[in-house]
C-alpha cells in the first residue's frame, strides 16, 4: 500500500508513548479457561481443516536448500494427496533466497509465500540493509514479509524508531503495480517478556501500518503463547473497535498439536469473532503442526491413530 | 484466501509440479461448538429421600415429601421428605446423643481424621456431586466441575487441619471449647459448598450439626449425607434434615441449639436475629450483597471486562457477593460499555450440562418472576437496558446476561439485591466519588476496585465498608480467606483462623 490520500504514511503520535496496561494474572486466567471449551466431533474436524488453512508451514534454517524447500511446497499445497478435503495451507515462509524457488514450486496455486526479511531473526543491522533485504525479497516475490522489530531500540525506549523502522519495512514492501507485499511484524514477546511490553509493540506495530502482527521467530523461547496471543489480539480489537480495520494475527513457534491450535481457534473466536476465522486474518507459523492436524483428522473419521511413518515429513 | 481453479502444470527446476486440485473453500465463520453435554448415567438419583438423622435414613414424622426439579428442564429430579417440627426434634436429640456419647470425648487428632476422610471422599465423588449440583441447581458444570466441588473438598481439607491444633488458634486465650449443637441453614446458590463451609469448621471444632439444605437444591447436601456415612462418622454428629422456610425457623427456635448459622437473604436472617435474641444462642448471619466493582480510568480494561463478568455471570449471578454494581470512572465508561456489549454475546447461556455453558439456569421460577420484576422496573424508571440477544432455551427457567446504563443511585436496580445476571453501571468522577456510591447502600459484604496503581488499592480499599475487597480480580474463593459481611451483609467471619470463633466457646 502506497502513501497516498486513502492511506497516508503513518506519523508516530505521542499517544503512542502511553500504553494501556495489562493484567498477567486476569490475562492467563483467561486465555488457559477459553482452553476448557469442549472441542469434538464435527466441531473439531471442521476446527482442524481451518487450521490446515491458516499453517503457514515454515523453513528457517541454515541447512534449507532449494530440494527442502520444493518438497514443503508440495506439502503445502496438497498436506494430504489421498484425499481432496483437505486444504492447501496458507502459505509458505522461507528465507529471502529461497522466494523464487517456492514461487516457481507454488505456481497455480492459492498457496502464497512469505518471506523473512529485516536481518531475521535478530534484526541487529543498519535499516538500509533491512530495507534492502525487503525490497529484494519483494521483487524475488515473496507475496508476504515476516519483518522484525528492533527488541533493543523498544526495551531502551526508543519507540519512534521502532515505529519509523516498520513505516519504512512497509514502504519497501511497495511493488511497482501499486500492490504490495502484505506486512507482517514480528514482535517476538520472548525477548519483550512482559505483556504491557507485548501490548506496547502491539499498538506500535499496528498504527505503523503492519497488516498482521506475529508473535516470535521461532528462534526464541518462549515463542508462541496462548496469553501473548490472547494480549495482542485485545491490541487488534481494540483498533477495530476504534477504526472498523481489521488486523490479522499470526502466533509462531511451540504450536505443534491439534490441541493447541484448536485453543487458539477458540480465543480467536471467543476475542474477535468468526470474522477472524480465515487465513487471510490468522495463521500458525509452524512446521510441525501440520502432521498432527493431519494425523487427529484421519483419528476423527477411523476412530484410530494411524503411525506416524504414515504422515509423510516433509 | 481465493481459492485457484487453475490447473496450469508448470515446469520448474527441472521437477513436474503437481497439478492444482481444486479444494473445497470451507466457511468457518459459523464455527461453532457443537453440545457436550455431561453424561448422567453413572449414577442414579434415588426417586425418594428420607432424613438423615441419627446416622440413619428415616422417614418424615410429617408424612409429606415435595418435588425437587431441575430448573433447565423443569422434570421432577427425585421427592424429598419435608421435615416438621418433630422430627427437628429428633434430629437435634439425636445431635445432643451423639456429643454426649462419641464427639466431645473424641480426641481433636481423631475427629480431624473424619474430616480429612469426607474431603477425600468428596474428591473421589467430584464427577458425580458436579453433574448432580448442575441438575438440583441450573448451575453450568464448568463451575460444579472447578469451583463448588473442588472449594467443598477444600474446606473439608483446610479445616480438618485446625482440629489438632485449636489451641494454637487463639493464642493468650482459655482453652478453645466447643459450644455443642449447631443449627444450620444453607441457601440454594451454592449447595454443596455452603455445606461444606457450615460443617467443617463446626466439626473440627468439635460441634454436631444439625443441617437443612434450601428446599430447591437438597439433593446435593444428601449426597454428602451419604458421603458421611460412609466415612463412617459416629452416627448423629451430622443430621440433615430437608424442608423449606418452616423447617428452618424449627431448627433455629430449638431450645437445644446452642449455635445458628445461618447463610441467605437479609429478610430471613432478620427474622431469624429476632428468633435468637435473647435465648443466649450464638449466631452468624451470612446475607445478601450489593457489591460495587469499582473501575478507574487506569485499568487494565479489558481485564477488567473479564472481571466485570466473572463478578456478575458467575453462577447466573445467584452470588451473594456478586458485583452487581459496577462503578466506572467516567471517563472510561462508553470504552467499558462498548467492551462490555461485545463480550456479553459470547457468553453461551443454555443446557447447565454442556460443558460449554457459560451461563446455566435460573434456580426456580420464583427467582426468575423476581428478576424480571426488578429488570422491568429498571426499564420503567428509565435506566438503558442491554441484553445479549442469545436465543434461550424453550424450557426452563433462563434469564439473558443483561445489564443496565443511565443507572442512578435512587434506582431499585441500584438499590436492591437482583440476585440474577443483571449488572448496573455507574459513573463516577473522583475516587472520594467512587468510594462513597460504593458504601451508599445497606448491604457491605464484598467490593471490587480495577486499577494499576498499587496505591489506590490500598487507599480505596481501606474506605470501602465491605467484609472482602478484591483487587484486580473477583468472585475469588479459599477456604484460608474469611468471608462476611459489614451492615445488612451480617455478621461473623466463616472461612480461615477467623471460621474457627464462630464455633468455640472461649474466644
Known amino acids: ?314 | 484466501m481465493a481459492s485457484s481453479s487453475s490447473s496450469n502444470v508448470k515446469k520448474m527446476n527441472g521437477r513436474q509440479a503437481s497439478p492444482v486440485v481444486q479444494t473445497p473453500v470451507p466457511d468457518f465463520t459459523t464455527w461453532d461448538y457443537a453440545p457436550a453435554p455431561e453424561a448422567t448415567d453413572h449414577f442414579k438419583i434415588a426417586p425418594r429421600w428420607e432424613l438423615f438423622i441419627g446416622g440413619k435414613w428415616v422417614a418424615p414424622k410429617s408424612g409429606l415429601y415435595f418435588d425437587t426439579i431441575n430448573p433447565a428442564t423443569e422434570q421432577k429430579l427425585a421427592e424429598v421428605a419435608e421435615a416438621n417440627e418433630a422430627d427437628v426434634d429428633a434430629a437435634v436429640r439425636a445431635a445432643e446423643k451423639a456429643y454426649e456419647k462419641y464427639w466431645r470425648k473424641m480426641p481433636p487428632k481423631e475427629r480431624g481424621k473424619y474430616v480429612y476422610r469426607i474431603s477425600r471422599i468428596i474428591q473421589e465423588r467430584a464427577r458425580e456431586l458436579a453433574v448432580l449440583e448442575s441438575m438440583d441447581g441450573g448451575k453450568p458444570i464448568k463451575e460444579s466441575r472447578d469451583v463448588d466441588v473442588p472449594l467443598a473438598a477444600a474446606h473439608f481439607f483446610y479445616y480438618a487441619g485446625w482440629a489438632d491444633k485449636l489451641d494454637y488458634a487463639f493464642p493468650g486465650g482459655r482453652k478453645a471449647q466447643p459450644i455443642g449443637i449447631c443449627g444450620q441453614v444453607i441457601p440454594w446458590n451454592f449447595p454443596l459448598l455452603m455445606a461444606a463451609w457450615k460443617l467443617a469448621p463446626a466439626l473440627a471444632t468439635g460441634n454436631v450439626c444439625v443441617l437443612k439444605p434450601a428446599e430447591t437444591t437438597p439433593l446435593t447436601a444428601l449426597r454428602l449425607a451419604q458421603i458421611i456415612e460412609e466415612a463412617d462418622l459416629p452416627p448423629g454428629v451430622v443430621n440433615i434434615i430437608t424442608g423449606a422456610g418452616k423447617t428452618g425457623a424449627a431448627l433455629v427456635s430449638h431450645p437445644k441449639v446452642g449455635k445458628v448459622a445461618f447463610t441467605g437473604s437479609t429478610e430471613v436472617g432478620k427474622r431469624i436475629q429476632k428468633a435468637c435474641a435473647g435465648t443466649g444462642k450464638r449466631l452468624t448471619l451470612e446475607l445478601g450483597g450489593k457489591a460495587a466493582n469499582i473501575v478507574f480510568a487506569d485499568a487494565p480494561i479489558d481485564q477488567a471486562i473479564e472481571g466485570i463478568v466473572n463478578g456478575i455471570y458467575f453462577n447466573q449471578g445467584h452470588v451473594c457477593c456478586a458485583g452487581s454494581r459496577l462503578l466506572v470512572e467516567e471517563a472510561v465508561h462508553d470504552l467499558v460499555v462498548r467492551k462490555l456489549t461485545h463480550r456479553i454475546r459470547t457468553l453461551r447461556v443454555g443446557d447447565p450440562l454442556d460443558k460449554n455453558t457459560d451461563v446455566g439456569a435460573i434456580n426456580s421460577k420464583e427467582q426468575l418472576q423476581k428478576i424480571r420484576m426488578l429488570v422491568d422496573s429498571g426499564v420503567e424508571e428509565g435506566a438503558t437496558l442491554t441484553q445479549s440477544p442469545c436465543a434461550l432455551p424453550g424450557r426452563g427457567f433462563f434469564f439473558a446476561p443483561s445489564f443496565f446504563t443511565n443507572v442512578a443511585q435512587s434506582h431499585r436496580i441500584a438499590n436492591e439485591e437482583i440476585f440474577g445476571p443483571v449488572l448496573a453501571i455507574q459513573t463516577f468522577r473522583t475516587p472520594d466519588e467512587a468510594v462513597e456510591k460504593a458504601n451508599n447502600t445497606m448491604y457491605g459484604l464484598s467490593a471490587g476496585v480495577w486499577t494499576d496503581k498499587g496505591s489506590k488499592i490500598f487507599k480505596v480499599s481501606q474506605r470501602l465498608r465491605a467484609g472482602v475487597v478484591w483487587a484486580n480480580t473477583y468472585n475469588k474463593f479459599d477456604p484460608t480467606s474469611p468471608f462476611g459481611g459489614y451492615k445488612e451483609s451480617g455478621f461473623g467471619r466463616e472461612g480461615g483462623r477467623h471460621g474457627l470463633g464462630a464455633y468455640l466457646e472461649a474466644v
Open chain 1, 1 to 314: 500500500m502506497s502513501a497516498t490520500a486513502d492511506h497516508p504514511t503513518p506519523t508516530f503520535h505521542s499517544s503512542l508513548l502511553r500504553s494501556v496496561t495489562v493484567d498477567q494474572v486476569a490475562l492467563e486466567e483467561r486465555a488457559a479457561s477459553l482452553g476448557k471449551r469442549s472441542i469434538k466431533k464435527a466441531t473439531k474436524v471442521a476446527g482442524i481443516r481451518l487450521a490446515i488453512s491458516m499453517c503457514d508451514l515454515t523453513t528457517l534454517e541454515g541447512k534449507d536448500s532449494h530440494g527442502k524447500v520444493i518438497q514443503m511446497c508440495a506439502k503445502a499445497r496438497r498436506p494430504d494427496p489421498t484425499r481432496s478435503d483437505v486444504p492447501s495451507v496458507a502459505a509458505v515462509c522461507v528465507y529471502p533466497d529461497l522466494v523464487e524457488v517456492a514461487k516457481g514450486a507454488l505456481a497455480g496455486s492459492t498457496v502464497k509465500v512469505a518471506s523473512v526479511a529485516t536481518a531475521f531473526p535478530a534484526g541487529r543491522s543498519p535499516l538500509s540493509v533491512k530495507l534492502t533485504d525487503t525490497r529484494r525479497a519483494v521483487a524475488w516475490g515473496a507475496d508476504e514479509i515476516d519483518m522484525v522489530i528492533d527488541r533493543g531500540a523498544f526495551l531502551s525506549g526508543k519507540y519512534r524508531m521502532v515505529f519509523d523502522e516498520i513505516v519504512a519495512t512497509k514502504e519497501a514492501c511497495q511493488r511497482s503495480q501499486g500492490e504490495a507485499a502484505h506486512l507482517k511484524v514480528i514482535l517476538e514477546t520472548g525477548e519483550l517478556e512482559t505483556y504491557d511490553n507485548v501490548r506496547r509493540a502491539s499498538d506500535l506495530a499496528i498504527a505503523a501500518g503492519a497488516d498482521f502482527i506475529k508473535t516470535s521467530t521461532g528462534k526464541v523461547v518462549p515463542a508462541a503463547t496462548v496469553p501473548v496471543t490472547l494480549c495482542m489480539l485485545e491490541a487488534i480489537r481494540d483498533h477495530w473497535f476504534e477504526t472498523g480495520i481489521k488486523i490479522g494475527m499470526k502466533p509462531a513457534g511451540g504450536i505443534r498439536t491439534s490441541k493447541q491450535a484448536l485453543h487458539y481457534l477458540v480465543v480467536v473466536k471467543e476475542t474477535l469473532g468468526a470474522d477472524w476465522l480465515t487465513p487471510d486474518l490468522f495463521r500458525f507459523g509452524a512446521s510441525a503442526l501440520l502432521n498432527d492436524l493431519l494425523m487427529q483428522l484421519s483419528k476423527e473419521e477411523t476412530g484410530r491413530y494411524r503411525s506416524g511413518d504414515e504422515f509423510t515429513k516433509d
